[in-house]
Protein backbone atom coordinates (compact mmCIF):
# COMPACT_ATOMS: atom_id res chain seq x y z
CA UNK A 1 0.00 0.00 0.00
CA UNK A 2 2.67 2.68 0.92
CA UNK A 3 4.58 1.52 -2.43
CA UNK A 4 1.25 2.42 -4.39
CA UNK A 5 1.12 6.00 -2.19
CA UNK A 6 4.52 6.94 -2.80
CA UNK A 7 4.40 5.91 -6.76
CA UNK A 8 1.24 8.25 -6.92
CA UNK A 9 3.21 10.74 -5.39
CA UNK A 10 5.63 10.51 -7.77
CA UNK A 11 3.34 10.70 -11.02
CA UNK A 12 1.57 13.74 -9.92
CA UNK A 13 4.75 15.55 -9.27
CA UNK A 14 6.24 14.58 -12.82
CA UNK A 15 2.72 15.61 -14.73
CA UNK A 16 3.05 19.13 -13.14
CA UNK A 17 5.18 20.93 -15.93
CA UNK A 18 7.01 24.06 -14.74
CA UNK A 19 6.64 25.01 -18.28
CA UNK A 20 3.27 25.25 -19.51
CA UNK A 21 2.79 27.41 -22.68
CA UNK A 22 -1.17 28.92 -22.95
CA UNK A 23 -3.39 26.48 -24.53
CA UNK A 24 -4.11 27.14 -28.73
CA UNK A 25 -7.47 26.88 -29.93
CA UNK A 26 -7.90 24.87 -33.47
CA UNK A 27 -9.81 26.14 -36.11
CA UNK A 28 -11.88 23.27 -37.53
CA UNK A 29 -13.68 22.92 -41.24
CA UNK A 30 -13.09 25.21 -43.98
CA UNK A 31 -15.93 27.76 -43.10
CA UNK A 32 -13.48 28.95 -40.61
CA UNK A 33 -10.38 29.21 -43.05
CA UNK A 34 -12.15 31.90 -45.48
CA UNK A 35 -12.32 34.75 -43.47
CA UNK A 36 -8.91 34.81 -42.77
CA UNK A 37 -7.64 33.68 -46.34
CA UNK A 38 -9.42 36.16 -48.03
CA UNK A 39 -7.81 39.08 -45.83
CA UNK A 40 -4.78 38.04 -47.81
CA UNK A 41 -2.42 39.04 -44.91
CA UNK A 42 0.34 36.28 -46.05
CA UNK A 43 3.51 35.48 -45.09
CA UNK A 44 4.75 33.08 -47.96
CA UNK A 45 7.97 30.63 -47.93
CA UNK A 46 8.86 27.51 -49.12
CA UNK A 47 7.10 25.02 -47.66
CA UNK A 48 4.34 26.90 -45.43
CA UNK A 49 1.94 29.83 -46.30
CA UNK A 50 0.79 31.36 -43.08
CA UNK A 51 -2.19 33.62 -43.09
CA UNK A 52 -3.65 35.79 -39.83
CA UNK A 53 -6.37 37.23 -39.15
CA UNK A 54 -7.72 38.99 -36.00
CA UNK A 55 -8.94 36.52 -33.31
CA UNK A 56 -13.10 36.80 -32.43
CA UNK A 57 -12.30 34.88 -29.60
CA UNK A 58 -9.24 36.93 -27.92
CA UNK A 59 -7.38 34.10 -27.89
CA UNK A 60 -4.78 32.60 -30.42
CA UNK A 61 -6.19 30.09 -32.81
CA UNK A 62 -4.84 28.14 -35.27
CA UNK A 63 -5.82 25.96 -38.40
CA UNK A 64 -3.59 24.07 -40.51
CA UNK A 65 -4.34 22.86 -43.84
CA UNK A 66 -2.49 19.40 -45.96
CA UNK A 67 -3.68 19.03 -49.16
CA UNK A 68 -3.69 15.23 -50.76
CA UNK A 69 -1.54 16.98 -53.27
CA UNK A 70 1.44 17.61 -50.94
CA UNK A 71 1.54 14.40 -49.07
CA UNK A 72 -1.30 10.74 -50.48
CA UNK A 73 -0.42 9.12 -47.45
CA UNK A 74 -2.97 10.65 -44.59
CA UNK A 75 0.01 9.32 -42.04
CA UNK A 76 2.52 12.06 -43.90
CA UNK A 77 -0.09 15.06 -43.34
CA UNK A 78 -1.51 13.89 -39.67
CA UNK A 79 2.63 14.81 -39.27
CA UNK A 80 2.84 17.67 -40.61
CA UNK A 81 -0.06 18.90 -39.08
CA UNK A 82 0.99 17.93 -35.55
CA UNK A 83 4.74 19.29 -36.29
CA UNK A 84 3.17 22.52 -37.03
CA UNK A 85 0.71 22.58 -34.23
CA UNK A 86 4.08 22.03 -31.90
CA UNK A 87 5.94 24.51 -33.82
CA UNK A 88 3.59 27.23 -33.21
CA UNK A 89 3.00 26.10 -29.09
CA UNK A 90 6.01 28.03 -29.20
CA UNK A 91 4.94 31.56 -30.22
CA UNK A 92 1.60 31.73 -28.35
CA UNK A 93 2.41 33.90 -25.57
CA UNK A 94 4.03 36.43 -28.36
CA UNK A 95 0.99 36.30 -31.02
CA UNK A 96 -2.14 36.52 -28.89
CA UNK A 97 -5.30 37.34 -29.96
CA UNK A 98 -4.69 36.28 -33.58
CA UNK A 99 -5.95 33.88 -36.08
CA UNK A 100 -3.62 31.73 -37.73
CA UNK A 101 -4.31 29.72 -40.88
CA UNK A 102 -0.81 27.32 -42.11
CA UNK A 103 -0.76 26.02 -45.27
CA UNK A 104 1.64 23.33 -45.70
CA UNK A 105 3.12 24.17 -49.57
CA UNK A 106 5.71 21.06 -50.11
CA UNK A 107 5.92 17.66 -48.13
CA UNK A 108 8.49 17.45 -45.40
CA UNK A 109 9.61 14.98 -42.82
CA UNK A 110 11.63 14.63 -39.81
CA UNK A 111 14.65 15.73 -41.98
CA UNK A 112 13.24 18.99 -42.80
CA UNK A 113 11.35 19.76 -40.21
CA UNK A 114 14.00 21.94 -38.66
CA UNK A 115 14.31 23.98 -42.00
CA UNK A 116 10.03 24.09 -41.51
CA UNK A 117 10.65 25.60 -37.97
CA UNK A 118 12.85 28.04 -39.00
CA UNK A 119 10.91 29.19 -41.81
CA UNK A 120 7.55 29.59 -39.84
CA UNK A 121 9.68 31.69 -37.45
CA UNK A 122 10.99 33.82 -40.24
CA UNK A 123 6.80 34.11 -41.91
CA UNK A 124 5.67 34.96 -37.73
CA UNK A 125 7.92 37.73 -37.34
CA UNK A 126 7.25 38.76 -40.55
CA UNK A 127 3.65 38.85 -39.94
CA UNK A 128 4.03 40.42 -36.73
CA UNK A 129 5.95 43.44 -38.11
CA UNK A 130 2.63 43.93 -40.15
CA UNK A 131 0.29 43.36 -37.82
CA UNK A 132 2.50 46.17 -35.58
CA UNK A 133 2.86 48.47 -38.95
CA UNK A 134 -1.30 48.31 -39.79
CA UNK A 135 -2.03 48.43 -35.88
CA UNK A 136 -0.30 52.19 -36.07
Known amino acids: FRIAAV ?3 AIKRNSESPERRPRLGRLTGRNRFGPILAKRRVAR ?3 LQVFVGESVK ?3 MLGVGVSKAVAKRASARNYMRRAVREEV ?5 ALQP ?3 VVLVRRMFDRH ?3 AMAAELSSSLHHLKQLRLCAAS
Do not use: P
Open 7 to 9: LAG
Open 45 to 47: GEY
Open 58 to 60: HAA
Open 89 to 93: RKYVA
Open 98 to 100: VEL
Open 112 to 114: GRA
